[in-house]
């Protein structure tokens, strides 16, 4: 297998993915009428096992019965290292032309994204599909995030990678019984101040793990989307790890409850501040070379070729915004 840099396959609109249970049908509506960017009709962790072929059932009809409208639609299946998989993707993408993409979760070497190409591409061809199915694999082990660079380049069909912080705990053998989130005991002491005091930081437990996935994604092209906040009651600390995540460069993050559709539309959207500046700088730098000059100042600041690119990035993510009329 050759490892090139590879494109993303579609550029979507992601900012916020909304986890919805196959077993729960009542809710495929409600979700079709949400701000979510894309909906994801799960039949892994959100399924019991007695309930996964019922599941499944619901997720074909909804694929096919709901108006949806523009959103991107995905399916989560269950993993490579159980029997419900095959029949999942065999029976979902034969019969739901609708599909956008496959959610493939517990990605632990390239191979596992390989398989499931192979899959997939001999149920298109002998089906006929018209729509080349897009990947978004889930990056939530040890082996996964240690093979996470070689992943990344393991199909033309992927087009995102999301880091789910449950799992990666579990397989890390975490000292926590949350998903995402922080831990009170994961954090520095400052330096003694004149009194002889020293203060306790919390820190982000799962911010290198984070950062690593991030870099991949970005080295080979391809969406990074945070993962869930499990405590869907607890919004200040479920926003604060969304901006951290969107600081760090993350397209998106997923949610599990309606709530939390509105708060991550705006976090990982450009402010109109943002956007203003943006335009600020790419106009200044323009200006600067048509007079020849290779950098500038702009509000006491200097700017150059690297603050120009950051600025087109978010006048990007805002253009994309509004040509998909979504709201910020």
């Excluded at 000292?175 to 004149?194: E, F, Q, W």
Aim: aromatic residues 6%; contains cysteine; negative net charge.
């Amino acid at each position: 297998m050759s490892f090139t840099q590879i494109p993303p396959v579609t550029a979507r609109l992601a900012r916020s993915e909304l986890v919805v249970p196959g077993a729960t049908p009542a809710l495929f509506e409600k979700a079709a009428r949400s701000q979510a960017d894309v909906v994801f009709l799960d039949l892994e962790d959100a399924v019991a096992p007695d309930d996964k072929a019922a599941a499944r059932e619901n997720v074909i009809a909804a694929l096919n019965d709901v108006d949806w409208r523009s959103k991107t639609l995905a399916v989560r299946i269950n993993g490579l290292d159980t029997h419900y998989m095959y029949r999942d993707v065999i029976d979902v993408v034969e019969a739901c032309p609708r599909l956008d993409l496959l959610v493939i979760p517990k990605v632990g070497v390239p191979a596992d994204v390989y398989a499931l190409d192979m899959l997939v591409t001999q149920i298109e061809d002998a089906a006929g599909r018209a729509k080349r199915l897009g990947f978004e694999v889930l990056i939530e082990t040890a082996l996964g995030l240690a093979n996470v660079e070689a992943i990344a380049q393991s199909s033309r069909r992927l087009e995102a990678m999301s880091f789910g912080s449950g799992d990666f705990a579990v397989s890390t053998r975490a000292r926590t019984t949350a998903i995402g989130g922080l831990h009170p005991d994961y954090g520095v002491l400052s330096d003694r101040n004149d009194a002889g005091e020293r203060a306790f930081h919390q820190t982000d437990p799962w911010h290198a793990a984070q950062v690593r996935m991030l870099v991949a994604c970005r080295a080979y092209g391809l969406r990074p989307i945070d993962g869930v906040y499990g405590d869907f009651k607890d919004a200040e600390g479920f926003l604060s790890a969304a901006k951290r995540a969107a600081a760090l460069g993350f397209d998106g993050k997923w949610a599990i409850h309606p709530s939390q559709i509105a708060p991550i539309n705006e976090v990982f959207s450009p402010g109109v501040e943002e956007v203003e500046r943006a335009r600020r700088i790419v106009t200044a730098m323009e200006e600067a070379a048509r007079e020849g000059r290779g950098a500038v100042q702009l509000d006491g600041r200097l700017i150059d070729v690297a603050n120009v690119r950051m600025a087109e990035n978010l006048l990007r993510k805002a253009a994309a915004i509004g040509a998909a009329g979504a709201p910020a």
